[in-house]
């Protein structure tokens, strides 16, 4: 159990990570093929989290990696609205579930009617439950991630069933993840997310 000396220390290195993981984010832009370089290399210099993850953990979406057509538009439609918060774990049985804010119910409707968010009660919701384990990386299988698996008969079919996130621990307390779709029998990166634990 680390102490709080321990975390003092390592405080550093995840504000440098999650800082290094932005800047990537950012420089998308204008420099996309150096930025995803830049991620790519950073999730494969991370190892599945040695703890357990349990509680929220506050996220966000680093970059889109469709299309070059496409990313610009994402980029601009994140930036003036993002339903994703993050991510809630429950170590105990190995799953959990995404934070959203209230006003995800709208497209939600639209996208899945029959399926229903819940409300935390702190001005959050949830929902797309998953499972978790580890196993080697779907498109980096010489290294461990912790996949988070949504192919689940709780989820709506369209789309959310065809995700599984893969996360790494880049540095104590910093979490880099990939977005994998399926799509013709195999999978696609289609975005980078990072996790931090909530203050």
Known sequence: ???ELDIAELAPARREAWRQIRLAGRRAGR???E???TLGRMFRQGSA?????DGPYDGILVTTTTWRLTDPAFRVLASAWMPWMGKRFHAGD?????LLVPS???PARLFWPRYRLEDTGDGRHVAFRFRTYTSPGTLDPDID????DYDSPDNPGFLIRDILDELVE???GAYLGKVLLRRRGGWRLVGYFALQPSV
């Not at 989290?49 to 993850?53: S, T």
């Not at 991630?145 to 988070?148: C, F, H, P, Q, V």
């Open 1 to 3: 159990m680390p102490t």
């Open 31 to 33: 420099h996309r093929t």
């Open 35 to 37: 930025a995803l370089d």
């Open 49 to 53: 989290p040695l703890e357990p993850l």
């Open 94 to 98: 190995q799953s959990g579930d995404n």
């Open 104 to 106: 995800a119910r709208v």
């Open 145 to 148: 991630t912790l996949k988070i």
């Open 170 to 172: 880049v540095a104590p």
